[in-house]
């Protein structure tokens, strides 16, 4: 009994204080007593589900157009293309052209003066040829004199 009692009190404050929700079928006749109604109310059997519309969550609205986007290469395609271009610029780089520019390659001028490794380690002076024995003694000695 206090379980019938509840559940009524219950419904009753469901179907007073949310009134759109749950909507009872009413009949033909007109006059009813509020107590009648109150009885049609609480009835299961006329009881209908709550409507409800489910939200819409499109990005665009309906007269824009979806915008197409150009196909992105593949990662062969791209590696590829990196690859090459960087080796394009290394080849760039490292050209002998780069590397020394026809402006900076004019001779140098000649020195009299010898340089500094060339002072440090004078060329070797061939020995003369000896066809005679003077030219032979008379040869610079090395070593004991």
Same mark, same amino acid.
């Given at each position: ?16 204080s949310q009134p759109n ?48 986007? /150009? ?5 062969f395609s791209t590696v ?8 394009? /610029? ?56």
């Amino acid at each position: 009994m206090r379980l019938a009692f509840a559940a009524a009190a219950v419904t009753i404050v469901f179907v007073f204080s949310q009134p759109n929700l749950a909507n009872a079928q009413t009949s033909s006749s007109g006059g009813k007593s509020a107590m009648s109604k109150t009885a049609e109310a609480m009835n299961p059997m006329n009881w209908s589900m709550p409507k409800w519309k489910a939200p819409s969550f499109s990005m665009m609205k309906k007269s824009e157009k979806p915008i197409v986007k /150009k196909k992105q290469p593949s990662v062969f395609s791209t590696v590829s293309r990196k690859t090459t271009s960087g080796w394009n /610029k290394t080849k760039a780089a490292l050209s002998p052209s780069n590397l020394f520019p026809a402006s900076t390659s004019k001779p140098a001028p000649k020195k009299d003066s010898p340089g500094f490794f060339s002072s440090m380690f004078p060329p070797k002076t061939e020995p003369k040829e000896t066809s005679t024995v003077n030219d032979f003694l008379s040869l610079p000695r090395s070593g004991n004199q």
